[in-house]
């Protein structure tokens, strides 16, 4: 690790924008845009007074041309600076070290320091994964004392698109940077119900770690219910539901793959007794389809969960993504059961919280009934936010 230094200068209302803990430097930003650096060079910053401003990681290859690491006090980015970083992050999720939880998010990008990296931990295995192709210069090293700090027995490298587009470095996606080969799913623990997750082939680093507490709130509410689980992927929140005493829980999705892992996700937890598996009936296909041909049959249930994927990636799709969680509330409206429970969540990072509110509250208003909001989440401990453009996960609970 012996990265250059480049001189990167931005505009005084720029500079302000970073005091304040805006972490990226995007190239229209840039005031001296002819400047030539390789990935994971330091970028450094001073500002109008000609005093250091921050130093943060170059990509020649991004529209983020610098990740900002380091602001005001000027430090080596060296082995000991990451060391820290580490342990600090470690520190913030000390509550949630235990035999009942065994994966987590161990370093959630800018807001721990780590700008466009990610690490997941799931039981023995650490998933890296890189939004950029800066922090190849410094892998080795940070893999290194991610297991001296860990124990963890594997780490899985992945890659975002973009980088596997652009890298020349040699690493690939899904590559073992450390331990025994990966084959098949990695199993592990939360709130002490058993997991299984593909790190291979499935979305986000193979499962969505930043909805545990939400599906404990619904491991709560669950008893004695019946539980329409939307988009239920490899049906986490339907083992937390079973958990609590639900009823019984019908799943939508459209992913046959998914649904194979939920039935194993629930054996796992129920084993294959068949009157438990009366609990469980699963639905293929399109979320909005499936839920009109529910209210055209007059079913209704108790708790209805609507945890869709994020429908706006880019900010242009915002307005489309607004209008789809308004008719996706209004349909789950309509199948919730007087007296029920309608949970929304949304994880698109260009849809504000209010904005998402707002959508959902005029889907159920259209749908003629009153209800009561009873709860607002974001995001958990382990996936901390530090600046509002990191914000991305928010949930309602609705009371009719």
Not at 130 to 144: E, G, I, R
Not at 357 to 376: E, H, M
């Amino acid at each position: 690790m012996n990265p250059g230094r480049i001189k990167i200068k931005v505009s005084k209302s720029h500079q302000n924008k970073i005091r304040k803990g805006f972490p990226w430097v995007y190239y229209y930003q840039l005031s001296n845009r002819k400047i030539s650096g390789k990935a994971g060079d330091l970028g450094v910053i001073y500002d109008s007074g000609n005093r250091f401003l921050a130093v943060g990681l170059f990509d020649p290859f991004s529209d983020i041309r610098l990740r900002i690491l380091q602001t005001r006090n000027p430090l080596e980015i060296d082995e000991n600076f990451f060391r820290e970083r580490l342990q600090q992050a470690g520190e913030k999720r000390s509550s949630l070290d235990s035999q009942e939880t065994t994966a987590l998010r161990m370093v959630n990008g800018e807001s721990d320091g780590f700008p466009g990296m990610v690490v997941d931990r799931y039981n023995n295995t650490l998933v890296v994964k890189v939004y950029t192709s800066a922090w190849f210069p410094y892998l080795k090293m940070l893999v290194d004392l991610l297991g001296e700090m860990t124990g963890a027995g594997r780490v899985l490298l992945q890659l975002s698109r973009h980088v596997q587009r652009v890298s020349e470095s040699g690493y690939r996606n899904n590559q073992v940077l450390f331990g025994p080969g990966l084959e098949g799913p990695v199993r592990f623990r939360e709130n002490g119900l058993s997991f299984e997750a593909d790190l291979l082939h499935g979305q986000k680093t193979g499962f969505f770690l930043d909805q545990r507490e939400n599906r404990q709130k619904v491991r709560e509410w669950a008893e004695g219910r019946s539980v329409l689980n939307v988009f239920s992927y490899t049906g986490a929140f339907s083992v937390y539901a079973l958990a609590g005493g639900a009823r019984s829980v019908l799943e939508i999705d459209i992913n046959a793959q998914a649904q194979t892992a939920a039935l194993k996700n629930w054996q796992l937890n129920f084993g294959s007794d068949g009157n438990q598996k009366d609990r469980l009936r699963q639905i293929k296909g399109d979320a909005f389809e499936q839920l009109a041909s529910l209210n055209r049959q007059g079913e209704q249930f108790d708790l209805v969960i609507l945890d869709p994927p994020a429908f706006a990636s880019r900010k242009q799709n915002k307005q489309n993504a607004l209008q789809a969680y308004l008719r996706l509330a209004k349909a789950g409206a309509q199948c919730t059961r007087e007296g029920g429970l309608l949970l929304a969540a949304s994880c698109s990072s260009q849809v504000r919280a209010d904005e998402f509110y707002r959508a959902v509250d005029l889907g159920i208003r259209a749908t003629g009934r009153s209800y009561k909001k009873i709860l607002k989440t974001g995001h958990p401990l382990d996936h901390p936010v530090t600046f509002k453009e990191g914000a991305y996960l928010k949930a309602i609970y609705c009371q009719f």
